[in-house]
């Protein structure tokens, strides 16, 4: 059974950092693609980034490129979001997924002064 679990979501000040992880169970996490996703109040889903299996290639939503980096730890099965210059905007929850079908809980992010 695929396992998303996640963590690192909380409240921060506009231009502020946070780093979101993903910890990975019930699959080879090493032969998939993974991405971040990310849903603001009221709002449809909303693709924010994706690495490949082995951590060599990454792709961006313009909105969050040169701010945000998408990384991963295929020995501890971890995905990562590292979140830098936060807008009030980006406010949300996050999610990390494997696929269309397999998604994290999702974690809290508040960015308000």
């Not at 695929?2 to 946070?18: H, N």
């Not at 990454?58 to 980096?69: N, Q």
């Not at 980006?90 to 974690?107: F, I, L, P, V, W």
């Amino acid at each position: 059974e695929v396992q998303l679990v996640e963590s690192g979501g909380g409240l921060v000040q506009p231009g502020g950092s946070l780093r979101l992880s993903c910890a990975a169970s019930g699959f080879t996490f090493s032969s998939y693609g993974m991405m971040w996703v990310r849903q603001a109040p009221g709002k449809g889903l909303e693709w924010v980034a994706t690495i490949n299996g082995g951590g060599s290639s990454t792709y961006y939503a313009d909105s969050v490129k040169g701010r945000f980096t998408i990384s991963r730890d295929n020995a501890k099965n971890t995905l990562y979001l590292q979140l830098n210059n936060l807008k009030t905007e980006e406010t949300a929850m996050y999610y990390c997924a494997k696929d269309n079908r397999h998604r994290s809980q999702g974690t809290k992010v508040t960015v308000s002064s």
